[in-house]
């Protein structure tokens, strides 16, 4: 959960200024944690409320996205879910934008099958996001970081994921000169999984995730979720991550990585 986390922080500064290299100071000054990690810690919470029973895991998520929402007003929430999280009745709006798949990373990371974690996902996402892209965005995020968490090597994620997902018919190279900002799952999840296929560690993925421009820190936040569960994540980058977080958020992570964080990345043994 935390490699999304990074690539939220990492993206930040990128989002109206994108830098169409992998040369860049990974973190900076004018970093911050923005509303894709917000929902992130929110959707942990949502889990650790629930116990993963997924019959209240949708309660669990509209409280807590709510509660911490409220909480930070300004992490840079997009218009129609600003108005979803003042709702004393919220309702799910027909959404197809990132932002579902931005916040996905902990249902992959609790999970103990894949059918689980494809639950997981579609319970905290059709709260807001029920179009079927935006369900879609959701899941096969969960999918490729469930898949990397349990093994599987990038060649068994890609197949899955062109088989059921995506047809991801570009690399970064050739989309890096006219790929522009785009909200939508269908034109980020795509371009997200792609840095990560392209990647040779977790900073490279995240570097590749920047590079292409677009929807910055979005983007990254997807990238660096996957590329977490297949590298892992370096101690001086963990390290350096954190000291964006204040302590309620702090508190929220480790209380998730106490619980769920046990499993061993497929990349610490396999794939470096």
């Keep these: 959960m935390l490699g999304a986390i990074i690539g939220d922080i990492v993206g930040s500064r990128f989002e109206w200024h994108n830098h169409r290299s992998k040369d860049f100071e990974l973190f900076h000054k004018s970093c911050f944690a ?10 942990a919470q949502a889990i650790l409320d629930s116990d993963k029973d997924a019959s209240v895991l949708g309660k669990r998520a509209v409280e807590r ?3 911490l929402g409220r909480e930070y007003p300004g992490a840079g929430y997009g218009g129609r879910f600003s108005w979803w999280l ?4 919220p309702k799910p709006y027909g ?46 995020t969960t999918v490729a970081i469930f898949l990397a968490k349990t093994g599987h090597s990038l060649e068994e994620i890609k197949a899955v ?3 059921d997902y995506y047809k991801i018919n570009f690399t970064l190279d050739e989309i890096r000169p006219t790929y522009r900002f ?19 560690s977790f900073e490279d993925a995240i570097r590749n995730a920047i590079s292409v421009g677009g929807d910055s820190d979005t983007l990254a936040a997807i990238t660096g979720g996957i590329a977490e569960a297949y590298f892992g994540i370096p101690d001086d980058i ?30 610490i043994s396999s794939h470096q």
């Excluded at 003042?86 to 009745?89: A, H, V």
């Design 34 to 43: 923005t509303d894709d990690s917000i929902m992130t810690l929110a959707i």
């Design 65 to 67: 996205m709510q509660e």
């Design 86 to 89: 003042t709702e004393k009745n």
């Design 95 to 140: 959404s197809w934008g990132n932002g579902s798949a931005m916040r996905v990373s902990a249902c992959a990371y609790a999970a103990t099958t894949l059918e689980e974690a494809k639950e997981y996902s579609k319970r905290v996402t059709e709260v807001t996001h029920n179009h079927p892209e935006g369900l879609k965005g959701a899941e096969a």
């Design 161 to 163: 994921i062109l088989r």
């Design 182 to 200: 785009n909200e939508s799952c269908q034109d980020t999840v795509p371009q997200a999984l792609e840095a990560f296929f392209e990647a040779t």
């Design 238 to 267: 963990r390290k350096k991550a954190l000291a964006y977080l204040d302590d309620f958020q702090k508190g929220i992570l480790f209380a998730f990585e106490s619980k769920y964080g046990d499993f061993v990345p497929g990349g």
